[in-house]
């Protein structure tokens, strides 16, 4: 999964794919590392779907702007970046179904 250090770097991934499934999340989030391996093997089943990550503390305005209250955060972006959804905890069987749900509307 990509890691996102700056504004610049994430609008330019958002405007590049058609759909971009953000992990917003920090490193003191012990959930948030837990689910790290999941999340990867979601990455690999699902290659139509941008994944990247961005750290809450380093990309404040990135997260205030998408008002990310609680981590870990999961929000599907397209590429108008209007946001699709969300989904915030690190229960893997929802965060499984949320984007599986994704990859229906692409290809």
Known sequence: MK????????????????ITCVKFSATWCRPCKQIEPFVKSLEEKYPLINFIHVDINLLESVSDHYKVESIPCFIAI??????????????????????SKLSQHLG
């Open 78 to 99: 397209t590429k108008n970046a209007k946001v699709q959804s969300r989904i915030v905890g690190s229960n893997t069987v929802n965060i499984q179904k949320f984007i």
């Open 3 to 18: 890691v996102i250090k700056t504004v610049n770097e994430f609008n330019n991934e958002i405007l590049s794919h058609d």
